[in-house]
C-alpha cells in the first residue's frame, strides 16, 4: 500500500477514535488544550522539500470525564514515526548522566548483579544499557527505531529491533527469561495501545519484579505551561491518578513515585506484578494530595490551561517583533520535538529566527517541520555572533547555560520562552 494511503487511512481512523477513551472506552471526552493543526514533530525536511506541501494535523488534547486521561488521537502512528528516527539520547550529556545515576540508585535499590536481567524498552541508542553493561549485568534493549538500534548494536548494547506488545514480550521472555528490571523511560506517552503496551511489559517482568517508568507529569505541564511538550508523538498525558489505572489494565500495580527535574518536570513510577503489590508508599499518597489540590481528580480541574498558554505566545513574539524592528539579531539553540510545537503554534519563521542550531549531525542542513528554518551546527553561533539564542530544549537549561556562556564575550544574552518569558545573560 502506498505511502500516502496508509497515512489517510490511519487518520480515518484515528478520527473514529477520537470519539472514545483508548483506556476505559468512554464516550464521554472534552477539550483540554487545543493547539490547531502542526506537522509531525520529528519530520525534518530537506531542501528538495521546501517546494513541496506537508501534510499537518490537529494537535487537540481532550481529557476522558470518565478516567481523567488526557489523550490526542492517534493521527500518527508509531510505525510512522520510530522506523527512521531522527532522536539519539546520546546527544544530551546531562540525559546520559541522569540515566547513569538511574542505574546506580536502581543497582543499589534491587540489589542488581550478576545473575540479574534488565531490559530496557524504548532502549533508543543504548545511552542506558551502556552503564548496564558496564557493570557486567545482562540486558536487553527493544527499540523499535532502526537506525538507532543499529547505532546501540555498535556501542556494545544488545538491542531487538521491535514495537513491546504483549506477543513481543512473551517472546523475549521465552528466550531471554524473566527480568528482574523493565525500565520503560519517555516511552509510555508515546503509545496508543496503552492497554497492549502494559501487557507486553508484564509478560517482560518477572513476577517478584520491579517495573520502572519515566514520563512527564501533567501537574508540572499544567504549572509551568509546559504545553510544548505536546505533539503527535505523545498519545496521552499523566496524573500519577491516572498512571495508576493504565498500569493496572495490564495486571501492574503502581506502588511508589519519584519527582525528577527532567522534561522540566517528571514523575517516575515504580511498580509491580499486582500479586505481589505492596501500599502505595507515602511518597505517592503525598503526590495524589498534590494533584487533588490542584484539581487534576476532576474534570472541570482540566480546563482554564488555555490562557497561560496565550500569554506565552503573546510574549514570545512580541521580544521577536521588538528585536527584529530594533535591527538585533535572534538564532535558535536545538531542534528538539518540543521546539517545533512552540514554532508551530507561535507562528515563526526564518524571518524572526534566523536559524537554529543542534548537536546531532542528523538534523543538520535539514530545516524544522512547518516553519522551515534552516538548522546548522553548534559552532555557527560562535561565527556569527548573534544578539540573543532562542533555546528551545528550555528543559536542559543548567546545562546549556554553561554550554553557551561564551555568547556573553560579545554581550549575547539567552531566552529561554517557558515558563514565562526571560532573556538572560549567561
Not at 18 to 41: I, Q
Request: charged share 20%.
Amino acid at each position: 500500500m502506498p505511502t500516502e494511503s496508509r497515512s489517510e487511512a490511519a487518520v480515518v481512523t484515528a478520527a473514529a477514535s477520537s470519539t472514545s477513551c483508548r483506556l476505559c472506552g468512554s464516550a464521554r471526552l472534552r477539550t483540554f488544550l487545543d493547539l490547531g493543526a502542526t506537522p509531525p514533530c520529528e519530520r525534518f525536511l530537506v531542501a528538495g522539500q521546501l517546494d513541496a506541501p506537508e501534510p499537518t494535523y490537529p494537535l487537540h488534547v481532550r481529557v476522558c470525564a470518565d478516567c481523567l486521561l488526557a489523550q490526542l488521537p492517534a493521527l500518527i502512528t508509531p510505525e510512522d514515526t520510530f522506523t527512521e528516527y531522527a532522536y539519539f539520547s546520546s546527544f544530551s550529556s546531562s540525559w546520559v548522566a541522569h540515566a547513569e545515576r538511574f542505574v546506580d540508585d536502581a543497582v543499589r535499590r534491587l540489589h542488581l548483579g550478576a545473575e540479574s536481567f534488565v531490559v530496557e524498552v524504548a532502549s533508543n541508542d543504548g545511552y542506558l544499557l551502556r552503564h548496564v553493561v558496564g557493570r557486567r549485568i545482562r540486558c536487553l534493549g527493544i527499540e523499535p527505531s532502526v537506525n538507532v538500534s543499529e547505532t546501540a548494536r555498535q556501542s556494545g548494547v544488545p538491542t531487538r529491533t521491535a514495537f513491546l506488545t504483549a506477543e513481543t514480550g512473551a517472546a523475549v521472555r521465552a528466550e531471554h527469561g524473566p527480568a528482574d528490571l523493565v525500565v520503560a523511560n519517555n516511552v509510555y506517552a508515546h503509545i496508543p495501545d496503552i492497554v497492549g503496551f502494559t501487557r507486553g511489559l508484564r509478560e517482560l517482568v518477572a513476577d517478584d519484579g520491579w517495573v520502572s517508568i519515566e514520563v512527564q507529569h501533567l501537574l508540572t505541564l499544567v504549572r509551568h505551561n509546559q504545553f510544548d511538550t505536546i505533539y503527535h508523538e505523545h498519545f496521552q498525558y499523566y496524573t500519577v491518578g491516572t498512571a495508576a489505572r493504565a498500569l493496572a489494565s495490564g495486571g501492574l500495580a503502581l506502588v511508589d513515585v519519584e519527582l525528577l527535574s527532567t522534561h522540566g518536570g517528571s514523575v517516575r513510577l515504580w511498580a509491580r506484578p499486582v500479586e505481589v503489590a505492596r501500599e502505595p508508599s507515602r511518597a505517592m499518597t503525598a503526590v495524589l494530595v498534590d494533584e487533588r489540590a490542584a484539581g487534576l481528580d476532576t474534570l472541570d480541574g482540566h480546563s482554564g490551561f488555555g490562557p497561560s498558554v496565550d500569554r506565552v505566545r503573546a510574549d514570545l513574539l512580541r521580544f521577536l517583533l521588538d528585536a527584529s524592528a530594533d535591527g538585533k539579531t535572534v538564532v535558535g539553540y536545538g531542534a528538539p520535538g518540543k521546539g517545533n510545537t512552540l514554532l508551530n503554534y507561535c507562528g515563526i519563521r526564518s524571518d524572526l529566527l534566523q536559524y537554529t542550531v543542534d548537536r546531532n549531525p542528523y538534523k543538520h542542513g535539514r530545516f524544522t517541520p512547518g516553519t522551515r528554518i534552516p538548522i546548522h551546527s553548534p559552532e555557527r553561533i560562535a561565527a556569527d555572533r548573534p544578539d540573543y539564542v532562542l533555546v528551545l530544549p528550555w528543559n536542559l537549561r543548567d546545562e546549556l547555560t554553561e554550554a553557551l556562556s561564551y555568547i556573553g564575550e560579545w554581550g549575547g544574552r539567552l531566552v529561554f520562552p517557558i515558563p514565562s518569558l526571560e532573556v538572560v545573560s549567561p
